[in-house]
Every structure is written in structure tokens, then in C-alpha cells.
């Protein structure tokens, strides 16, 4: 682990507001594993219902234990949805006052540079493989840069896979331009980051592994509650 501090002058004034959104491979990334969870790994959910004519069946608008299968896939569905236009419509801006993140279904998250305590960029965080990696771009320039207000606590996570490399690099000379205290590490562990800032990894950060599993889990139980209550 290396760490280093850099703070710079002021920054211009004049200087444009930069705003930036996902490029495009990250966009198709998103869409086609949305089509994974909502229609490869509920093919079956799909066929039965579907081979079945089931939205005839009198059973479906009274048994809820046959309707669940349904109901189930129709949560995946949202949920797929949702995450899709999180991913689709987020913008960040990127200015010598502050920053700004905004989008559909997400709560807008904006704040000036002198409301920031400090930002850590990390190179490198050795997670091993997550399903993150899935949208990841090539080039990374920082594998997280992290604003954390005055009490430490986490308020924007600035992700290459999301935005790019530049929208880091954007994000981290404005920051030393305020006169921001931002701290380069060229590795770090989870365990590691999380003792230096508690609040800087979400859960899913801390546990991805955890996520994958219980995605598995899922989807082997709905296939297979599906097969017993309605069969093929």
C-alpha cells in the first residue's frame, strides 16, 4: 500500500462545467445483462407460463401461491428495469464549485468542493473477480475514487466502469484545484479501505461474492418452485 497527498491552488474560475455519462460499451453492457436476469435465467418462468396459457387459468387471480412464480419474475423484471435507467440516464457534472449527480430513479447527490473533507483514489482494490468486472472498461485509470465529507462519511463513489477515466481525472483535479485534500494509494485490499474509511464501501462493495450467491440462490429456487407449481 502507497499512499500519497496532493493539494493544488485555486482553481479558474472560468473554467466550463464538464459533464459526462456512461459510454457506450458500458450502456450495452447494462442492457444485456438486464436480458440475462429478466429472460435467460427465468427462461423457464417464461416457457411454462407462457406454453401453459396460464393468464387463462382461474387459479392465477386466486391462489397465491400459484401466482407467486409469477409475481416473482415480474419483481426481476422492475428490478432489471430500474437499474437500467439508474445506469442509462445518470450524469455527472463536474465544475470549480462542486459536483452533481443526477438520473431517473436515484437521488440526486450535489455538493461544492468546500463541503468535501477529503477524496481517497485508489489505483488498484483487490476485490478478485466480481460481477462488476462485467462492465469494466479498459484503461481503468483508478479502481475507486471516493468524496467523503468532513466526518468521513461517503458522499459520492466516482466509478471508471460508470463513467470512464476521465470523469475521475476530472473529479480529482477539481478537487486539488479547491484545495481538497485527496490521498493516491496505488493498492488497497477491502479490508484495508474499509479500516482506513468505515464508510467509503457499500455492502455490495464489501461482499460481492455475497451478492453472487444469493443471485444464485434466487434463481435456482425460482426455476425450481416454478417446476413444482406448474410444471412444464
Known amino acids: 500500500m502507497v499512499g500519497s497527498r496532493e493539494v493544488q491552488p485555486p482553481a479558474d474560475a472560468n473554467a466550463p462545467t464538464r459533464t459526462f455519462s456512461p459510454p457506450g460499451r458500458v450502456i450495452l453492457g447494462t442492457l444485456l445483462i438486464a436480458l440475462v436476469f429478466v429472460v435467460v435465467l427465468e427462461f423457464l418462468v417464461i416457457i411454462s407460463f ?3 396459457k396460464l393468464w387463462r387459468d382461474p387459479e392465477l387471480a386466486r391462489d ?6 409469477l409475481l416473482l419474475w415480474v419483481v426481476v423484471a422492475v428490478i432489471a428495469a430500474v437499474t437500467v435507467l439508474r445506469v442509462l440516464t445518470a450524469w455527472l457534472q463536474v465544475n470549480e464549485k462542486g459536483f452533481r449527480l443526477q438520473g431517473l430513479c436515484r437521488t440526486t447527490i450535489e455538493a461544492q468542493w468546500r ?5 481517497i483514489a485508489v489505483r488498484d482494490i483487490d476485490r478478485g473477480a466480481t460481477p462488476a468486472e462485467m462492465l469494466d472498461t479498459a484503461n481503468t485509470s483508478y479502481d475507486g ?7 468521513d462519511q461517503r458522499m459520492l463513489a466516482v466509478s471508471s466502469r460508470l463513467f470512464g477515466p476521465r470523469a475521475q481525472e476530472a473529479v480529482l483535479r477539481r478537487a486539488s484545484e479547491a484545495g481538497t485534500p485527496v490521498d493516491h494509494y496505488d493498492a488497497l485490499t477491502p479490508r484495508e479501505l474499509r479500516d482506513q474509511v468505515p464508510q467509503a464501501l ?3 462493495d464489501r461482499h460481492p461474492n455475497l451478492l453472487l450467491l444469493g443471485l444464485i440462490a434466487f434463481y435456482v429456487f425460482h426455476n425450481v ?5 406448474w410444471g412444464l
Do not use: N, S
Request: proline content about 7%.
Open 64 to 69: 397465491p401461491l400459484f401466482t407467486l412464480p
Open 50 to 52: 407462457v406454453g401453459q
Open 145 to 151: 475514487v471516493y468524496l467523503l465529507d468532513k466526518r
Open 225 to 229: 418452485f416454478t417446476f413444482v407449481v
Open 115 to 119: 463541503d468535501v473533507g477529503r477524496v
Open 202 to 204: 457499500t455492502f455490495i
